[in-house]
């Protein structure tokens, strides 16, 4: 008889995870029977008769309950299985631990562009930034006039890169679509990462420029420039003042050189996208560990999509370093449940094809997984989208599930590098700071090589710890952080991938 690869993720579960696909009729040593169904890798299998009505357990988690009556070695899925709200303790603080931090001395080290201000980056552009909808067509033209070879003079430019929007105008002002906005923007003409800004805006739109910089305390000067389109004569000569404002950038920004930083500079977005029923056994739980390790350094991590810890929030607010963080947590989890009333979208169960195709039945089970990038260390605190980070450790950003949105806004807070999981295989990456992509099964990450940065299934494979693949993701961190490519930038991935948050349902 031959044997069938399933992980039980926790005692307590009565159900299995395939690492294989299974055959309809195929033996199961484990349960002694054979498969009742055609079930692909990383789907479920009840490991023993679930009845009607009763909860199914995933790592000790109710992720739902079964429709119907279901015999041990039966496909479980979203044919079979309800979502069932079921109320959690958030029990603030409960699994509250210290964290044991490294000293200073003893801390990681990567090689870092030190601004200024004191904060660091870990790539060198000049931006350009569209203040409406009307001017991104013009900014687009500047950045493009910077090619390669005209850029060759500055090595130590990573390029110009235009951040087009399509909003800006024909919005309330104020409004919360508008201040999320002014936000964003004003989180990237800040950024680290880029050493010299121009903001470019048409004239008569409710953003208008100068209002935005004295808004969000942002102070023009030689780093940080302004163009207006009406004034300055339209299309054609903005396009040509801003190739000129951008020339008289370059030799400064190509006087930065990096040096020698603490791990503790690192702020970390944490995304994932196109998941599957491998997400929460692999890549998740070792970036997890990465930010275990990363926070013990002194570093920043970034845990976003708000719709995909619902139903798992608890496994954060039980790390709240206070009532008042774990409150705020759920209250934007109350935001979300009235933002999505009668709205077929995650925050209500139905997660994406990609997912349900990969193995995740609903967005409880997809939660599951996705909290686990955060670790174990103390949520410190909550932001809204974009706000600025000030806190280190493990924070909380309020954002939709929609990746470009979601990493859009950790930039915007601060994020100087993003870590994204996938299952599926997603082909994302950012600029000003760049996405380390991290696959969750080898197949997934043999077959697109040339996209992803890190394959976790090797952990899936057994030739790999959780823990082991951990320490491997914080050293390809400060390796990335330090200057080294990702995939995605090889690629030429992220400028077209900066997606401030409309308010509109996109979770």
């Not at 044919?79 to 709200?85: F, G, I, P, S």
């Not at 010299?196 to 420029?209: A, F, K, P, T």
């Not at 994406?352 to 089970?365: D, K, P, R, S």
Request: a neutral charge.
């Amino acid at each position: 008889m031959s044997t069938t690869p399933l992980l039980r993720l926790h005692p307590r579960d009565n159900v299995l995870v395939t690492t294989t696909a299974l055959a309809l009729g195929q033996p199961i040593a484990e349960l002694g029977l054979r498969a009742r169904a055609q079930v692909p890798a990383g789907h479920k299998i009840a490991a023993c008769h679930i009845a009607a009505g009763a909860p199914v357990k995933k790592c000790d988690t109710v992720i739902g309950v079964a429709l119907r009556d279901l015999a041990p070695g039966e496909h479980v899925h979203s044919h079979n299985l309800k979502m069932a709200d079921c109320h959690r303790d958030p029990a603030f603080g409960a699994d509250l631990r210290p964290v044991q931090y490294l000293p200073e001395d003893a801390r990681a080290r990567f090689q870092g562009f030190v601004r200024a201000d004191g904060r660091v980056g870990t790539r060198n552009f000049i931006g350009i930034l569209a203040s409406v909808n009307c001017s991104a067509t013009v900014i687009r033209h500047i950045a493009a006039h910077f090619t390669p070879e005209r850029l060759a003079a500055f090595p130590r430019v990573d390029g110009v890169a235009a951040f087009a929007q399509t909003s800006g105008c024909g919005m309330s002002s104020p409004g919360a679509h508008f201040d999320l906005l002014r936000r964003t923007l004003a989180g990237y003409a800040r950024h680290p990462n880029l050493a010299g800004v121009l903001i470019v805006g048409l004239g008569c739109e409710r953003n208008q420029v100068d209002a935005l910089i004295q808004a969000q305390g942002l102070r023009t000067g030689q780093a940080l420039r302004t163009l207006v389109m009406q004034e300055i004569g339209g299309t054609r000569a903005t396009i040509e003042a801003g190739i000129r404002a951008v020339e008289e950038m370059l030799p400064e920004a190509n006087a930065a050189r990096r040096s020698s930083v603490s791990a503790s500079h690192l702020c970390i977005g944490l995304e994932c996208g196109g998941s599957d029923g491998f997400s929460g056994i692999s890549a998740n739980p070792a970036l997890g560990a990465a930010m275990d390790i990363l926070v013990r350094h002194g570093g920043t991590a970034i845990l976003s999509e708000t719709p995909e810890i619902h139903g798992v929030e608890f496994m954060l607010t039980r790390r709240a370093i206070s009532p008042a963080v774990g409150q705020k947590l759920l209250d934007r989890l109350a935001w979300w449940q009235r933002y999505t009333a009668g709205q077929n979208v995650q925050f209500n169960g139905q997660v994406t094809h990609g997912n349900q195709a990969g193995g995740l039945a609903n967005i409880v089970e997809k939660s599951l997984g996705s909290a686990m990038k955060s670790g174990t260390t103390p949520l410190r605190a909550v932001y809204e989208y974009a706000e600025p980070i000030t806190e280190s450790g493990l924070v909380f950003m309020d954002s939709p599930g929609y990746d470009p949105v979601a990493c859009t806004g950790q930039i915007a807070s601060g994020a100087n590098l993003i870590c994204f999981t996938t299952g599926r295989g997603s082909m994302f990456g950012s600029k000003p700071a760049p996405t380390i992509k991290l696959a969750s099964n080898t197949p997934m990450y043999r077959r697109l090589q040339e996209d992803m940065d890190i394959n976790c299934g090797l952990i899936i494979d057994g030739a790999c710890s959780v823990p082991e693949m951990g320490q491997r993701i914080f050293e390809q961190i400060l390796h990335h952080a330090s200057g080294a490519p990702t995939k995605s930038e090889q690629l030429g991935l992220g400028d077209h991938e900066f997606v401030p948050w409309h308010l509109g349902v996109v979770g």
